[in-house]
Every structure is written in C-alpha cells, then in structure tokens.
C-alpha cells in the first residue's frame, strides 16, 4: 500500500533554514506528481509546492516563493523540500502527498520561533 514518511522538521529561528524529507513506496513513484501541504494551527491545509514527475517542473505558493525549493530524487523515492529564510508564519505541520489530493504522510512539526 502506498506510504509517505516525512522528517526533517523541528524548531528554527525567523532567518534560518530547515530541509524536510519524504520518502514514499507502494506506487509508481517516477510517474507521480509530488506535493508539499501544510497545515498551520487553526487554519484549513494549504497548497505549498509541487514538483512534477521528472522534476522538470516546480510550482510554488506566492508565500513561500523565492524562499522554498522542492526536489526530488526518483531513483530513491524521495522528495525534499529546502525552506530558507523561515518565517514565524511558516511555523506548522508540513506533509507530503502523492498528486494534489493523494494520500499524504502523518507530517512533521515546523515551528519557527526566536
């Protein structure tokens, strides 16, 4: 069956950078789309960056544009997800789907703090 673990988060200060990780497995993971989503306390799930198959290309939310970078390595299943000049306001759970509605993993904490 499908599954998606993500790691990689943790608490960072406003400036600093963090990388997140997805590994996936039980599906064709070189035709997929992959998607990053979070999900900030009391606010609905929000689109934050897709990258399409073979990587050639990559969408970004207009709040994490210029800041966040996705990529992905199809030989080994994984996607990353590289978050620099962090904002208190990135501070949430931050997940992994396949496609822009798949299942996604159980999320990993950001929380971006002084």
């Known amino acids: 069956q499908v599954q998606i673990v993500e790691s990689g988060g943790g608490l960072a200060q406003p400036g600093g950078s963090l990388r997140l990780t997805c590994s996936a497995s039980?599906?064709?993971?070189?035709?997929?789309?992959m998607t990053w989503l979070r999900q900030a306390p009391g606010k609905e799930l929000e689109w934050v960056s897709e990258?399409?198959?073979?990587?050639?290309?990559?969408f970004y939310a207009d709040s994490v544009k210029g800041r966040f970078t996705i990529s992905r390595d199809n030989a080994n299943n994984t996607v990353w997800l590289q978050m620099n000049d962090l904002k208190p306001e990135d501070t949430a759970v931050y997940y992994c789907?396949?496609?822009?509605?798949?299942?996604r993993g159980q999320g990993t904490q950001v929380t971006v703090s002084s």
């Open positions: 789907a396949k496609g822009r509605a798949g299942p």
């Open positions: 990258i399409f198959s073979r990587g050639t290309y990559t």
């Open positions: 039980g599906f064709t993971f070189s035709s997929a789309i």
